[in-house]
C-alpha cells in the first residue's frame, strides 16, 4: 500500500491510500463497511498487522464497493507530511563516495567510519510535500540537500539482530536532509540538521511488501530541475539491517520512528565551487518505487 496523509478543502489531516492517480479515504471505507481503522497513519502503524489486513481487504473489494465520498482525486488533495516520527535518526557518511566528498569540503574524517554515523533530527524538523524549506540568512548562508531513503519503523526494536532487522519495518519513504552547513558546532550537528522544515519526508510511506529490494532503489536529486545527485542504495557502506541492528543495540525503535539512512555524493558543499539553497528554488528528491518529494525553498527572515 502507498498510505499517505491529506487534506481536502483545509480541513482535518485524514488518512488515505493512493490508487493510481486517486487518493482512496481508508477511514470513510472502513466506517461505510462496518470496519473499524485509526484516524492517522502513526495510530495505523501501531495498530500492528490487524489494521493492515482490514486495510487490504477494503482495498481488494475493488472500485465498486468505494463510496464517492471517501474517493479523490490525487491533484485535488493536498498532501502532507505522512506522520509525525517520535524520532529521527539520520546516518551520517553511509555511502563512500559521499565519505570522500565530506572529507575535502567538510573536514569530517577521510577514512571510512567503522560504525554508523548517527545523529538526530526533532519532530518539529518534519515538513510535508510541498511545504517549505526555511531559509534564514541571519542563520545560514549555507543551506544544503541530501536526498535520503527513509525507513519506517513499525514494530518495536530493542536489541534485535541484522537477520530479524526488516521484521521491524513498516514501510519505506523519501526525507530530504536539508542542513545549515555553517551552524555545525564544535563537531555538533545538531542545530545545523535540526532546524524547522529541515526534514522534508514523504510523499507516501510504502509498505514493506511492495519493496522487494530496498537494497537496489536508485534515488536522486533535482535542484530548479538541475540533477545533483544520483545513485543506488546498494551503495550503501551499512546497509539497512545492519543500521537497525546498530541502533537498537542501546535505543529502543519505536513504531512510527524514522532513520534516514544517508545521501549520496552530491551535495551542494561538495560542488567546485560550492552550491547551497536559496529562496525561490525548488528542490525534488527521488527514490525507485517511492515517488517525488519536491519542495520550495523560502525566505524566512
Not at 502507498?2 to 490508487?19: C, F
Not at 549555507?142 to 519495518?169: K, M, N, P
Not at 525503535?253 to 561538495?270: F, H, K, R
Request: aromatic letters at 6%; charged letters at 25%; glycine letters at 8%.
Amino acid at each position: 500500500m502507498r498510505l499517505l496523509s491529506y487534506t481536502l478543502d483545509d480541513a482535518s489531516v485524514r488518512l488515505g491510500v493512493q490508487v493510481d492517480d486517486l487518493v482512496v479515504d481508508l477511514t470513510t471505507l472502513a466506517r461505510r463497511a462496518g470496519a473499524e481503522l485509526p484516524l492517522d497513519l502513526l495510530s495505523f502503524i501501531r495498530a500492528g498487522a490487524a489494521a493492515q489486513e482490514t486495510a487490504r481487504g477494503l482495498l481488494a473489494a475493488g472500485p465498486e464497493a468505494r463510496p464517492a465520498e471517501a474517493v479523490h482525486r490525487l491533484d485535488a488533495v493536498t498532501l502532507r507530511a505522512p506522520l509525525r516520527p517520535g524520532k529521527i535518526i539520520g546516518v551520517g557518511l553511509n555511502y563512500i563516495e559521499h565519505v570522500e566528498e565530506s572529507s575535502r569540503s567538510l573536514d569530517t574524517d577521510k577514512d571510512l567510519p567503522p560504525r554508523p554515523v548517527l545523529f538526530g533530527k526533532p519532530a518539529t524538523a518534519v515538513t510535508g510535500p510541498g511545504q517549505p524549506i526555511l531559509h534564514n540568512a541571519d542563520l545560514t548562508t549555507q543551506l544544503d540537500w541530501e536526498c535520503e531513503l527513509a525507513v519506517v519503523i513499525g514494530r518495536t526494536a530493542f536489541r534485535v539482530s541484522e537477520e530479524e532487522a526488516y521484521d521491524h519495518i513498516f514501510g519505506f519513504s523519501i526525507v530530504n536532509d536539508i542542513s545549515a552547513r555553517d551552524q555545525r558546532r564544535s563537531g555538533q550537528w545538531f542545530f545545523s540538521k535540526g532546524q524547522d522544515s529541515y526534514a522534508p519526508f514523504g510523499p507516501v510511506v510504502v509498505t514493506r511488501d511492495e519493496i522487494p529490494d530496498p537494497m537496489a532503489l536508485d534515488l536522486s536529486l533535482r535542484v530548479n530541475g538541475v540533477t545533483k545527485q544520483k545513485s543506488n542504495t546498494r551503495h550503501m557502506l551499512f546497509p539497512i539491517a545492519r543500521l537497525i541492528a546498530d541502533i537498537s543495540s542501546g535505543m529502543t525503535l519505536e513504531p512510527g520512528d524514522v532513520i534516514a539512512t544517508g545521501s549520496p555524493s552530491g551535495v551542494g558543499a561538495g560542488m567546485v565551487p560550492p552550491e547551497f539553497l536559496r529562496p525561490g528554488d525548488t528542490v525534488e528528491a527521488m527514490v525507485e518505487g517511492i515517488g517525488t518529494l519536491s519542495n520550495p525553498v523560502v525566505d524566512a527572515r
